[in-house]
């Protein structure tokens, strides 16, 4: 069975803050992607990382890749509290086709 | 507007009495997905269709059934509802089967099964 966890679960911090948010796996995935759920809404897809080591950046977001493509890092800068939201971390495997596993999530919370 | 509609948002039922959740994408999307969410184990796929009149089975299927009679649209229907399937459902569609591509949501139905 296929498991991402993301880390922490909740996380709670004041505008200009930076955080981290982890996603680790124990498979290899042959690419990851990293989306946004605002309350009501759908998940948004941010950006997808392919290559091991890969580092891209959307503004004040910067994620990650792993070198062995386990595991995956966001990392806010200055965070607003229009980042508020649940980030989820989705991992796709090579099956018969690229089946997609998400992570349970990080709920983040910026405080004004 | 390039979208996912669903169904009703919410859905307040009872044990047994069946339902149909409506999805449907204006995209040209080969791909079209149901997932549910449930705190603390994110999003669990339940059936995903690569194409017209194929489906297959996710990881939670059991309770539900679905069907791609065309392209645009993915009904997901729960013939005898339980209250273990009270959850937050997700449609979502992508452009090509088979590949890790962007995958565009729907806003999600709230379902409650007393």
């Known amino acids: 069975t296929q498991l991402l966890e993301q880390s922490p679960q909740f996380l709670s911090i004041q505008e200009g803050e930076n955080l981290t948010v982890y996603c680790n796996s124990s498979s290899v995935f042959s690419s990851l992607q990293w989306y946004r759920q605002e309350p009501g809404e759908g998940p948004v897809l941010l950006v997808t990382v392919v290559t091991g080591g890969e580092v891209k950046k959307l503004k004040r977001l910067t994620f990650q890749f792993g070198d062995a493509r386990k595991d995956s890092s966001l990392h806010i800068t200055a965070a607003q509290p229009g980042d508020t939201g649940l980030y989820l971390c989705a991992g796709a495997i090579k099956t018969s086709y690229d089946k997609v596993i998400f992570g349970p999530g990080t709920s983040l919370s910026v405080i004004p | 507007e390039a979208q996912v509609t669903q169904n009703p948002r919410y859905l307040i039922t009872v044990t047994g009495k069946k339902l149909t959740v409506t999805c449907s994408q204006n995209?040209?999307?080969?791909?079209m997905s149901w997932y549910r969410q449930d705190p603390g184990l994110g999003l669990r796929q339940i059936y995903y269709s690569m194409n017209v009149e194929v489906t297959d089975k996710g990881d939670v299927p059991e309770g539900y059934k679905v069907s791609r009679k065309e392209k645009r649209n993915f009904p997901l229907i729960l013939e005898s509802p339980s209250p273990n399937q009270t959850s937050l459902y997700f449609c979502a569609s992508s452009p090509i089967a088979g590949y890790a591509d962007t995958q565009y949501f729907g806003p999600g139905t709230r379902l409650t099964v007393l």
């Open positions: 995209m040209n999307h080969e791909y």
